[in-house]
């Protein structure tokens, strides 16, 4: 199943498709009780695409026939027991994918000439992703991270290793001492490619950077190029030999208080928005704004969720499964503002005080 939404994979899924390109989501649980209706709300799901298909003038047999090829393959690759908060499936001829998200969603099925991609956007967004990467005079681990774990990323050529040849013992007994690695010239042209290849990563996936290792590796990377100049450095040894548990509880603290700030700098710029008369709150008065493209920062409460519909020029409130109900309107806002270049950013439930959980600052 998927995971990372770069800007490349993200520009190939909003590409046109010949129709249908259909868009299949659900949400999903973590834990038991809830998880034990996850099988039976995705095959539902997937069975409401086929019968949507059939019902299609649009869809020839044999159009029809190939995508429900693609949907049973992608039902078949689905793995439950390692399910997050919402599942999607795209299918469309010749193709398919498997996307697991970290966010819920709406459940839904949509058949159109594009995959539906504002759900995975906002996901996205609230995973805050970022890299980290440990360094020592052999290894260069680097880690794909989120709000709550760490895996390793095999991108970019990482993991780096490099075969270190062992001191020569008479040596080490005429100077008294063990040579530090970190005065080696190999372990300096090391971690010189490990910039370069780290600077290459981040170009194409942008994310923020942890480094972690030994005080002398931070160094020694700082000094190698402009990489380490840019990071959260993490004075901790051994992870890059370490596993990804190891690695998360090293960050965690960093991470935390990174969070921390970041909230701190939502909340400042909203007040001084306040005082600007540039600030906006609510779905409805979001909404009209996002439209005109007039959103600079939009902040978001972790976990809300709404469902309105239209009613003129304004959204009003409404239930889920009401006609033309919008289920989905916080990831819709989501997408739209990263679309007009704002600043996305989630906080902790509670943190916009009395901004209706959802908040922004105008750019006039």
Known sequence: MEHDLSPATLADLRRPRPYPAVSVLTPTHRREPLNAQDPVRLRNAVAEAKKRLEADPAVTRDRRGEVELQLDRALAEVDLTHAEDGLVIFAAPGEHQVWSLARSVPERVVLSDTFLTRNLVSAHTAERPFWALSVSPDRATLWSGGVDRVTEEHTGGFPLTRAVENFDPERLEQVGDQPSAFRDEGTRRFLRETDAAMGAVLREHPRPLYVTGESAALSLLNEAGDVARNA?????????????DAVWQALRPALESEARRSTESVRRALEAARGSKRFAAGVDELWQNTRE???RLLA????????????????????????????????ELVEQCLETGAEVRFVPDGALGDADRIAGVLRY
């Open 232 to 244: 959260v450095h993490v004075q901790h040894g051994g992870l890059a030999h370490g596993t990804p």
């Open 300 to 331: 978001v409460e972790e976990n809300f969720r709404t469902t309105v519909r239209e009613a003129g020029e304004h959204l009003v409130a409404a239930e889920p499964g009401d006609l033309d109900a919008r289920e989905d309107i916080v990831d």
């Open 293 to 295: 493209g007039r959103i």
